[in-house]
């Protein structure tokens, strides 16, 4: 089995920074591609970043310049670093990752998902 734990969400002022991490744990065999998806009341899921096994990253366009997505392999774990934050950020960030499992089954898994507010 294999879980995504995200951690780091909060409230924040405009302007303000915040770093997300998401650990995967469990029957993992490797972690391929991961990224971070956000979700905001009535909008659909959008993709905010992602990055390769080897680490490169990719952005939308709403994230280039003030987000960055770095990975930590020997810890199985992938960070978003939010700088410069605007109340358009609000929303449930979820964590997504594809994990080859220990019996070779690989699928995407999503974590359960942490709150961004950004508000004064």
């Known amino acids: 089995q294999v879980q995504l734990v995200e951690s780091g969400g909060g409230l924040v002022q405009p302007g303000g920074s915040l770093r997300l991490s998401c650990a995967a744990s469990?029957?993992?065999?490797?972690?391929?591609?991961m990224g971070w998806y956000r979700q905001a009341p009535g909008e659909e899921r959008e993709a905010v970043a992602h990055?390769?096994?080897?680490?490169?990253?990719n952005y939308a366009d709403f994230a280039k310049g003030r987000f960055t997505i770095s990975r930590d392999n020997a810890k199985n774990t992938v960070y978003l670093q939010m700088n410069n934050l605007k109340p358009e950020d609000t929303a449930v960030y979820y964590c997504?990752?594809?994990?080859?499992?220990?019996?070779?089954?690989?699928?995407?898994?999503w974590g359960q998902g942490t709150q961004v507010t950004v508000s004064s």
């Open positions: 997504n990752a594809l994990i080859t499992s220990i019996d070779h089954w690989s699928q995407n898994y």
């Open positions: 990055i390769t096994s080897s680490g490169n990253g």
């Open positions: 469990g029957s993992i065999f490797s972690i391929n591609a």
